[in-house]
Every structure is written in C-alpha cells, then in structure tokens.
C-alpha cells in the first residue's frame, strides 16, 4: 500500500507530473508541522486576523423547543470570511510561503473556500487563481466579485457538469502545467497524500477547541459530535480530536438532495461505491462503469460526488455514522435556527442541524450534542427565498 | 503479438483515438485505417467522465463517446470484432476507476482475452502501480509506465521497472497540441536509457509532421493523441480517409 491510506482508502492517483510536487510538499509539511515558529505564527494568524478561538454557544432556545438534548453551536461561521475554510487555508498558505511558492491556486465550489484563499492570499502577498464551475460562478456571482475584489483572478470552468468536481479536475490540470512557483489550495480533506492529513490537522483546531471548551462550560465530553459532509473538512476537523474518545458519538450528515432514492442526490456513502477519482481511492457516486455521476443538492458547498478518505475509513469501521439529509429537511432547518437563536447558519451547516432537530428529542437531558456550524448563511439567502417562491436577486 | 513489435527496426509511431468517438462503428473503421496508414501500435482510449490528464480536445472527445452511449463492454465487443483483422499491438488508454470499478482482475482478464497488449493509467504513478501491474502480469499484459518532465530523480526508479514501452511525456500540463516541445525532452531520454532496454516513446504536443520527426530522432517513436481527436471531430463519420492521410503523412515523416 502506497502513503496516505485510510484503511484501504486515499493514496496518490495522480499523473506522474505531480508526484514530485506532493512529495516535496509532504516533506515541508513534516518539517514546518513541528516547526515552533511555523506554529506561532498559524496561531497568531487564528487569533489576530481569523477571529479564534470561535465560541462554543449554548443553545438554549433550541434546547427548550427540542426538549431534549442540551445544544451546543460551534460557532465556525463567526470565523473571518465566514466559514471554517480560513482555518486550512491560512494554514495552507502560510506553509506555500515557506516553501518559496508565489502563486496559489484553488477550486471552489459555492465560493467559500475560493474567497478564504484569495482573502489569505491578498495578506500574504500571494498571486491567486481560482477554478469555479461556469453553473457555480452563475450560482454565486457575489462571491465571484468579493474574489476579484480581494485581488484573485475567477476562471469559470466550462468542462464536464460545469461545478465543484470540474473545478477540482481543472485545478488539477492546472497545477500539473505550472508547478514550480505554485502551490494548489485543495479545500477539503480530499485529493492525494498528504492534502487529506495536511487539511485535516489544519481543520483539527475545530475539535481541540470544542474539547476544551465543552470541559470548561460542563466538565465533561459531549455525547455526540455532528457536522455536515460533502468532501468533509469541517466534519473531520469537528470529529478529529475525539476519534479515540469512543463515548463521543460521530456524525456526518450528508446532501440528499432530492432524496437518496432519486438521481438528484450526493449523498456519497448513502449511494455511492469504492472507486479512484481526484487522487485518492475512497467512495464516490457513479454508474456500473466507474463514470462519475453528476450530482446536486441544493447546498453547493456539498454538492460533490465524493468523500474524503478518512471519512470512508471512519465509515467501514463504524467509529462514525453518516446520515442523509434532503434539501427540504436542510431549508427547513435553515429558516428554524434562524427564528430561534437569531443564527443564519450556510445552507451547507443547516444539513447538521437538520439532524440534530431529528434525534435531539429523543435524548435525555442530561446528554450533550455539539453541531458544528461550518459558514454563515448570508450567502445562501436568495437561493433559500428562490426555493420559497421568492424572486429575489443579491 | 508483443508491444516490442511496434519497434523492431525501426522508429515507431503510435497513434491514439478515442473509442466510441463519434460511435463504435467508426472507431472499429479508424483502427483499420490507422494500421493501413503506417502506424505501429494503436492506443485505444476508454472514455471516462472526468479525465484530469486531458486537455480540451480529448475531454470533448470522451464527452462525445459516452453521450453516445460507449461503455466499456461495448469496447470489449469491438475488440473482439477486429482484432484478427489488425496485426499491430493495441494498449487501452484510460483511468484508474474504468478499471477498478469494473472489478480490477476481471477488467483485465477480458483485455488480456479479447487481444490487448498493454494498459496506460496517466493517474497512477509508480507508486499506485502494483495494484494493476502484478494482474496485468498475470495475464501477460505490459503496464506501460510514463516519465515526466518533472520526474528527475525518479527517472531510474521507475524505468528499471517498466514495460513495454516507456512513455515520456513530452512537456508540463495536459494532452493537446503545442506549437514548440521543449529542448530537454532529448536528455530525458537519454536519462531513462540509460537505466531500461526497453523503448522509449515520446508524447504529449505533438502534431505536425517536423515535430514528429525531431521527436523520434531523439526516441524510439512518438505519440499522437490530440492531432487525431481533431480531425475526427472536424469530421466525425467522415474522418476516417482524412485520418488515414494524416497518418500516413506522420510515419513517412519519422
């Protein structure tokens, strides 16, 4: 078995032209990983310009209504840019620096990862490209514009479905035409070794400080963590800190989009097999013949038709649950938490709540469930009025 | 039949077509004419929906062949259909998940049955290659390996253990024509030489008739991929007598 595996899952497929790239980059990462004074400054930039710790809220309107389950919000979308994606990109980029890169590039999908990158791009001095699916840059015009604003260049990408995993593909290919003064972003713990460990401990910071505080407020664990999963940054970073706390719950909550009996869906470990995609082995949605479905869900944020290689592996040995949610489920939980905490959770977030709305009033009182709120939900509000009947534009 | 045939005595040039680009029927018609033309070994790509080596010409190329319904059982079929008639090596072209999907050991099983000599995997390095080249051994297939420009020290690793041929990819990026290759391709070369028997090929860029002689002057024979795909987009159904001039065009020039 090759690096990076998970179980049977991740490794390197890629093109021969990248090998030395990832290699060189896993052995900055090994270095800078415990370099004191690369760590001093990534936690300077959490601190002073990302906004952490981010707060552990308790939700105590939710709780009541639910009546069940006490709640707790991880507050990731109080983050800079609004999301937990600043946490792996300041990470990401701060390493590129060191290496003597001077050019990112990135894919994005609702565009969340793609501003994180070009915002931390801008700070750092960095030249940054970005790969969105054309669908996707139509979707999200003003996050297309807050990325020009903060200096990127936008390249829509025509090829394929036209969303995140063309923009993956496309970014890919671009990193194998110019490699020597560029580094590639990758959002989300996917792709090959070392990326999905390299994201994971970047994203890791999420579950140190849930731990911590969670001690402090209630001197004890929560019960179960959750989070949303499409490629499954936020929900590793969220889980990763209590994987070998085997009373702490796991649970990811996938797109069903239309539902996972329908075409229209990417819940990945719900519908999808074993398969080689995007450098790493792991499960994706696709036909008998191994060709990549299209997918949807309304969130475009999990609308890929794969999952990062850990999860695949904290699935097949049952330490964390995957679950599907609907769009419909998804909206509904978008507008309940907006009513009652006053929190516009991303689209992408509300998937989690969504699941905790469903098993939190079944649960005794005395229990503790954590949901990682990965982004803000201000993005999403047209597309949600759109979905009500509402035309309205941004 | 053996992929070293492609290079006995001489320089060899290996043309490669999308299967199922525009329809079956044609693809079974080119790899015909293609041999007639001149070509050494044919390279049979099996679309795949998302395929990140490719530039835009062969991507069209795979997005056309699966709207029109190509799957990988239906290239089996062909296969079987002409391969009595074809007295080249053919090698499939395709990625990881075509083959791991359909069941590794069975994919290559009924390669290996229908007349296949080699497999190409531009998404598994060296690295990830033990996965499909100790099955392809057992069936007697060569996992063909490819050398970047990007390789360096890798170079000895991975020709000491390749097979077949060694493809070397010509320049950084993806497939698709280049109006100028790099100078270095030659030392590169040279370098895999001197750690492999076996040949070498050079591909990626290549289109026209000079380009294809400076390339298998400094190799043992070129690759054309994209300049092919092209006309047969240009001319669909109709491609196949521009197909073979081309080709004919291209192995009188090397």
């Given amino acids: 078995m090759s690096k990076g595996r998970f179980g049977e899952h991740g490794g390197q497929y890629i093109p021969e032209t990248l ?71 300041l990470g990401q980029i701060l390493l590129a620096k060191k290496m003597g890169k001077t050019r990112v590039i990135a894919e994005t999908g609702a565009g969340q990862h793609g501003v994180a990158c070009a915002t931390a791009a801008a700070l750092m001095g960095m030249e940054c490209e970005v790969f969105m699916g054309r669908e996707d840059t139509e979707r999200q015009a003003l996050n297309v514009y807050r990325m020009r604003l903060l200096g990127a260049n936008v390249h829509p990408v025509d090829s394929g479905t036209a969303t995140l995993k063309d923009a993956v593909s496309e970014t890919m290919r671009e990193w194998t035409r110019r490699l020597s003064d560029t580094h590639y972003v990758l959002g989300s713990v996917m792709g090959p070794h070392p990326f999905p460990t390299i994201v994971r401990d970047f994203q890791s910071v999420i ?15 929560p019960d179960v963590v959750m989070a949303c999963v499409g490629g499954g940054s936020n929900a590793i970073g969220a889980f990763y800190n209590f994987i070998d706390d085997s009373s702490v719950k796991l649970i990811g909550c996938e797109a069903a989009g239309r539902g996972i009996d329908t075409f229209e869906t990417a819940a990945t470990i719900s519908t999808g097999s074993s398969g080689i995609f995007h450098g790493m082995k792991s499960y994706f949605c696709q036909d008998e013949y191994g060709q990549i479905a299209p997918v949807y869900s309304i969130s475009a944020g ?53 699941h905790a709305i469903k098993i939190a009033p079944n649960m005794s009182k005395d229990k503790i469930i954590v949901i990682n709120i990965s982004g803000r939900g201000d993005k999403d509000c047209a597309a949600i009025a759109r979905y009500r009947g509402e035309n309205i534009s941004e | 039949m053996k992929i070293s045939d492609a290079f006995n005595n001489k320089k060899a ?28 070994l044919i390279e049979l790509g099996i679309p795949f929906s998302d395929p990140t080596a490719e530039g835009p010409v062969i991507q069209a190329a795979n997005e056309r062949a699966l709207k029109n319904g190509i799957t990988t059982d239906k290239i089996f079929n062909m296969v079987r259909r002409i391969r009595d008639k074809v007295n080249i090596p053919l090698v499939f072209m395709t990625y990881a998940n075509v083959i791991y999907s359909y069941g590794t050991d069975r994919f290559l099983k009924t390669a290996a049955e229908t007349g296949i000599n080699g497999i190409i995997l531009p998404d598994v390095p060296f690295e990830e290659k033990s996965e499909f080249s100790v099955v392809c051994e057992k069936y007697g297939l060569d996992f063909i390996s490819l050398i970047a420009p990007t390789s360096k020290n890798r170079i000895e690793t991975i020709a000491r253990e390749a097979s077949g ?15 100028s290759i790099s100078a270095n391709v030659a030392d590169i070369v040279k370098h895999i030489k001197s750690a492999t028997n076996i040949p070498v090929a050079i591909g990626f860029g290549i289109s026209t008739p000079a380009q294809a002689h400076d390339m298998a002057s400094c190799s043992d024979g070129i690759i054309i991929g994209s300049a092919i795909v092209k006309i047969v987009e240009k001319y669909g159904r109709d491609c196949i007598p521009h197909v073979y001039d081309y080709v004919k065009e291209i192995k009188q020039a090397i």
């Fill in chain 1, 302 to 354: 999990l609308d890929y038709p794969g999952i990062g290689p850990e999860h695949a592996y904290l699935h097949d040995i049952g330490r964390a649950e995957y679950v599907a949610v609907t769009d419909d489920e998804a909206v509904n939980a978008f507008e309940y938490l907006s009513k009652t905490e006053g929190i516009i959770p991303a689209i992408e977030s509300a998937h989690a709540v969504a």
């Fill in chain 2, 13 to 40: 040039f290996i043309a490669f077509i999308t299967c199922g680009d525009p329809d079956i029927e044609t693809t079974e018609k080119l790899i015909l004419e293609i041999e007639r033309g001149g070509a050494d």
């Fill in chain 1, 207 to 221: 579950s140190k400080e849930i731990k911590e505080q969670c001690l402090a407020k209630e001197g004890r664990l």
């Fill in chain 1, 19 to 89: 090998m030395n790239a990832v290699i060189e980059l896993e052995e900055a990462y090994e270095h800078y990983k415990n370099d004191k004074e690369f760590n001093d400054e990534l936690t300077t930039l959490f601190n002073e310009y990302a906004g952490r710790p981010s707060l552990l809220y308790y939700a105590e309107k939710m709780t009541k209504d639910l009546n069940g389950a006490k709640i707790y919000l991880k507050r990731e979308d109080l983050n800079h840019t609004g999301s937990h994606k600043i946490n792996n990109v």
């Fill in chain 2, 165 to 179: 041929f060694v493809y070397c990819v010509s320049s950084l990026g993806v497939t698709g024509v280049r109006n």
